[in-house]
């Protein structure tokens, strides 16, 4: 299962978006239980949300 770049950059973009403005990392927008291309956005975006927030602390 590949991600578009699309999905990609999106999820990137609003990971980074939620770990500046200390956004709850519950607020993820893709499922975790969902099918496999949802559970590899969640992955992702969390993997970003992180980055991002020690990154900025």
Known sequence: MTLSELDHRAAVTTARWAAL???????????????ARQRALAFLWVRIYRRTQSAGS
């Not at 200390?22 to 499922?31: D, G, H, K, L, M």
């Open 21 to 35: 403005t200390r956004r709850p990392v519950t607020e993820c927008p893709y499922n975790p239980a969902g099918d």
